[in-house]
């Protein structure tokens, strides 16, 4: 069936590190992908999404390309802010009975030290 | 208050007992989603509902209970609660105008714990 892994967290970094998460997909079809990020005690909020090969999300300073060679969707920011501090779910989306439904990574925790 | 909301925020209850977990939502969105979380699974989808009185099953369904008279809101039912239901649950609701991959929008989350 349809899944994504993410590289296992904790990540630590200091703030204006270079971040990279990275994210791979195995799909039947071609399904679009998505960053969905948790701040503490909140829901998940969409970070950016990419609907089709070579696509390039971006927002607040994350980027991710969908790359359908590799099947990754790695995200990346230049330099990272404590206010980055969340959980980073990679997911991908396919269609199923009445909707599209999401599939989400295991999720990786970031914390950004000052 | 706008947006999608759930309550209770928190609900400790015990093995065998027949709990509800709400959702409500004000934006009038078509679908709506039931996920739980669970440390090393990210999230899996319980249940969802493409409009009012259609619902249906997700990844993992098993000793849940969905319905959807109303389309702003779609409560969740634990029929007998067991130590493995133990989790945080989300809803989620999309829009059907903004296309198939619309974003889905989260509520606060409820943490339920089994004793």
């Known amino acids: 069936g349809d899944s994504v892994t993410q590289m296992e967290g904790p990540v630590t970094l200091s703030e204006e590190a270079f971040l990279t998460i990275n994210c791979t997909y195995t799909a039947t079809g071609y399904p679009s992908l998505f960053w969905y990020v948790q701040y503490p005690g909140e829901g998940l909020q969409l970070l950016l999404k990419a609907t089709k090969a070579d696509d390039k999300g971006s927002n607040k300073g994350f980027e991710a390309t969908y790359r359908k060679e590799t099947t990754s969707f790695h995200l990346e920011k230049g330099s990272v802010q404590v206010s980055d501090s969340a959980v980073y779910f990679c997911?991908?989306?396919?269609?199923?009975?009445?909707?599209?439904?999401?599939?989400f990574g295991s999720g990786t925790q970031l914390t950004v030290l000052p | 208050d706008a947006g999608i909301t759930q309550s209770p925020r928190y609900k400790i209850t015990e093995t065998g007992r027949q709990v509800t977990l709400m959702c409500h939502q004000t934006w009038s969105h078509s679908y709506m989603f039931w996920y739980r979380q669970d440390l090393g699974h990210g999230l899996r989808l319980i249940y969802y509902?493409?409009?009012?009185?259609?619902?249906d099953k997700g990844e993992v369904p098993d000793g849940y209970v969905v319905s959807r008279s109303k389309t702003e809101n779609f409560p969740l039912t634990l029929e007998s609660a067991t130590r493995s239901q133990t989790s945080v649950y989300f809803c989620?609701?999309?829009?059907?105008?903004?296309?198939?991959?619309?974003?889905?929008?989260f509520g606060p989350g409820t943490r339920l714990t089994v004793l």
């Open positions: 989620a609701s999309s829009s059907r105008l903004a296309g198939v991959d619309s974003e889905q929008f």
């Open positions: 997911a991908l989306s396919v269609a199923s009975g009445s909707a599209r439904q999401l599939t």
């Open positions: 509902s493409a409009a009012a009185d259609i619902t």
